[in-house]
Nanobody, 123 residues
Framework: QIQLTESGGRLVQAGGSLRLSCAAS????????IGWFRQVPGKEVEFVAA????????TYATSVKGRFTISRDNAEKMVYLQMNSLRPEDTAVYYC????????????????WGRGTQVTVSS
């Protein structure tokens, strides 16, 4: 079983950058696709990005495409989300999770969620 722990969230000014980290434990991390989601209180969980286990393919939500980059290091059991040109609307709790299959974008298509890390972008 995989356990995921997010880190790296903090307060940042609009236009700034952050790199979120998702640390994994478990023997099967290397063969699992991983996604990032975010949630604003009172709103639904929103897909942000996902990366296939080989790193050969990535996919992004339209709202972050061109600004965010997902990557992974299987040797270190880490997945990263580099966030540039941050906007106040990027403020949310960010979660990583394991995809049940490649191409999944709905929260119920993911499992083994971390507890999240708070990102706050001030205007």
């Amino acid at each position: 079983q995989i356990q995921l722990t997010e880190s790296g969230g903090r307060l940042v000014q609009a236009g700034g950058s952050l790199r979120l980290s998702c640390a994994a434990s478990g023997r099967t991390f290397e063969t699992n696709d991983i996604g990032w989601f975010r949630q604003v209180p009172g709103k639904e969980v929103e897909f942000v990005a996902a990366i296939i286990w080989t790193s050969s393919s990535t996919t992004y939500a339209t709202s972050v495409k061109g600004r965010f980059t997902i990557s992974r290091d299987n040797a270190e059991k880490m997945v990263y989300l580099q966030m540039n040109s941050l906007r106040p609307e990027d403020t949310a709790v960010y979660y990583c999770a394991v995809a049940r299959y490649w191409g999944a974008r709905r929260p119920n298509e993911y499992h083994s969620w971390g507890r999240g890390t708070q990102v706050t972008v001030s205007s």
